[in-house]
């Protein structure tokens, strides 16, 4: 399978497995709000009134299965976002998204998903966990393959976006991705709209991170191709058992679904929402 920017390139696959944070990833801002620890296996982002932080990957992505385990942040993380996604350098960009939205102490994080393609978002799905995603460390995954792209919360599907393109959706397929993750204040809207803001005196407020897994196509050369054999994610499918646990997660744990928001889209529903399976 050859893509429209890749035609006239020879390519090499360029599988990127777990290494440790100083060699897979580069802290670009905070001022010093970011830190990598324990010899490279632990890096934490920290937030207070001045500033957030963030890190990216070193490596861009063309397709990939994208690991990390994180502990978000505890007690009233109200008003905070922990950020983790995969986006392009274009203007019209291609971006998928996990967003960890706080709350008041006790209450549940919603998991915001999103993506983007072409610059175009607006395909919001939110969900609560099945578990404290403060009290431990949880693994978060993408995968995106040229077929499909899922979100996992612990190895559970929570989410799939096909590619429906032959059907009229866009999908991206074109554009090399680079992984990052920030944890920055959002208070004007992440908690309950932006009723509840954020508690300052709690200040700082951290997340950690550890076992950052990029199984990945590297972006090199300004381009890149990904053979149907080369890697087993880029032909991976949901199985059956998948799909089971993923209809599960979306009875009991969904909270919204853009899919199903008449009245945000008066012109009709984006076009993947009327023609997708598997819900």
Known sequence: ????????????????????????????????????????????????????????????????????????????????????????????????????????????????????????????????????????????????????????????PIREFKNMETKGAPYPKTQAMRLYASLWDAEEWATRGGLVKTDWTKAPFTASFRSYNANGCVWSDAASWCGQNSTPWLSEALDSGSQKVLRWVRKKYMIYDYCTDQMRFPQGLPRECTVRTNL
């Open 1 to 156: 399978m050859v893509y429209s920017k890749c035609l006239l390139l020879i390519i090499a696959v360029f599988p990127c497995v777990a290494g440790n944070f100083y060699q897979e990833v580069d802290v670009t801002w905070g001022d010093g709000r970011g830190q990598i620890m324990d010899n490279g296996n632990l890096l934490a982002l920290s937030l207070d009134k001045a500033s957030g932080s963030g890190f990216q990957s070193k490596n861009q992505y063309l397709f990939g299965r994208f690991d990390i385990k994180i502990k978000l942040v505890p007690g009233n993380s109200a008003g905070i976002v922990t950020a983790y996604y995969l986006r392009s350098q274009e203007s019209l960009w291609d971006e998928i998204d996990f967003e960890f939205l706080g709350n008041l102490s006790g209450q549940p994080y919603i998991v915001h998903t999103n993506i983007y393609v072409q610059g175009q978002g607006d395909r919001e799905q939110q969900f609560y966990l099945w578990f404290d995603p403060t009290a431990d460390f949880h693994t978060y995954s993408f995968l995106w393959n040229p077929t499909h792209i899922v979100w996992y919360v612990d190895g559970r």
